[in-house]
């Protein structure tokens, strides 16, 4: 192993870690299910931005793939809608789902755009 074979994963490794704990505090901050929106649209925002920019594989690593990869939390949107469905019934869990889906993907363009184009 080589020590351009090891860069990859460590910079996967270490922008995910900064991506959970990142994710944790907004965990306690925020609350409940308002969280994973939050931390959803603003790791879209971000992931977009990071797309979007002229930066090098090594940024992209960092905090597209690690970062915003352990920031975002499908897992959590996953059980938030179900538990949605449990308690409200499927109209309230399809809009959860529907609101949570276009703030992403509206977040993610507004990130694109600000870092200089729609993905180039």
Do not use: I, Q
Request: proline share 2%; net charge positive; hydrophobic share 60%.
């Amino acid at each position: 192993m080589t020590v351009e074979s090891l860069l990859a994963p460590a910079l996967v490794g270490v922008g995910g870690a900064l991506g959970a704990v990142s994710r944790h505090a907004v965990g306690l901050r925020v609350g409940g299910d308002r969280s994973v929106l939050a931390v959803n649209a603003l790791g879209s925002f971000a992931l977009g931005a990071v797309a979007a920019a002229p930066v090098g594989s090594a940024a992209t690593l960092l905090f597209g793939v690690g970062f915003c990869g352990a920031f975002t939390t499908f897992s959590s949107f996953a059980v938030g809608t179900v538990r949605a469905a449990n308690e409200t019934g499927g109209r309230a869990a399809a809009a959860v789902a529907a609101l949570n889906l276009a703030a992403a993907l509206v977040a993610f363009l507004l990130g694109s755009l600000v870092s200089g184009g729609l993905l180039n």
